[in-house]
């Protein structure tokens, strides 16, 4: 079975300040993709990130990029340069894939409420 | 359509009412994926369609649910006799076949009074 943890219930960061958001995660399967969401109150899910297993280098988009250390089975995303319309909910998923090439559902962790203060 | 569309966006129902909820994924994309969020936490797995079957539908917390893809492109949640504790965002997301992301639809938010 896969789990995520995120163990950051709400955090803070200055407007303009980088912050870092966690993420571990538990899976006896060898591939299986990471990503990150955005929850704004609206409620849509908005994709921001996303880590193969067995990608080389960290995954980055624009002000996110993503922290993947596999031994560690951590995941945890970096968002630089915040700015208020930061302040949301973001969750880390994770998903197993098959060497069929199909892929399973994801698995999502519990979130972090970022408020961004100005 | 140009994303994930779900209707309705709100629905109040009463206790042991009967409801549907509807999602239209994007086009092309053969999986379809339903969850559940309560407040405040994240989103539940609920059931995985490819094409017109349920891949797995582990997911579903009792026989009370049941959701169809007939066609294999819209699907519909149904929820019988329900219970305050359905109340929930319901959450669709379509996919291509093994590989991308996910497409999120907004949401349906189910309140059971």
């Known amino acids: 079975a896969q789990k995520i943890t995120q163990t950051q219930p709400g955090m803070f960061v200055q407007e303009k300040e980088a912050v870092t958001l966690d993420c571990t995660y538990d899976t006896s399967d060898p591939s299986y993709g990471l990503f990150w969401y955005k929850q704004p109150s609206s409620g849509e899910m908005i994709f921001l990130i996303y880590q193969g297993s067995y990608d080389q280098q960290n995954a980055t988009e624009g002000r996110y990029s993503l922290n993947f250390q596999k031994a560690r089975k951590s995941a945890n995303l970096v968002i630089s340069a915040s700015q208020l319309g930061d302040s949301a909910m973001y969750f880390c998923?994770?998903?197993?894939?098959?060497?069929?090439?199909?892929?399973?559902?994801?698995?999502f962790g519990s979130g972090t409420q970022l408020t961004v203060l100005p | 359509g140009a994303g994930v569309s779900q209707t309705p966006s709100n629905k109040v129902t009463e206790k042991g009412k009967y409801v549907e909820l509807r999602c239209d994924p994007i086009?092309?994309?053969?999986?379809l994926y339903w969850y559940r969020q309560s407040l405040g936490q994240g989103p539940e797995f609920l059931i995985y369609f490819q094409g017109t079957g349920a891949a797995d539908d582990s997911g579903l917390p009792n026989d009370r649910f049941f959701a169809v893809r007939p066609e294999g492109s819209v699907s519909t949640l149904k929820i019988q006799r329900t219970e305050r504790g359905d109340s929930a965002v319901y959450l669709c997301?379509?996919?291509?076949?093994?590989?991308?992301?996910?497409?999120f639809g907004s949401g349906t938010r189910l309140t059971v009074v």
């Open positions: 998923a994770m998903r197993v894939v098959f060497s069929s090439g199909s892929a399973r559902q994801l698995t």
């Open positions: 997301a379509s996919s291509r076949l093994g590989e991308g992301g996910y497409t």
């Open positions: 086009s092309g994309h053969t999986a």
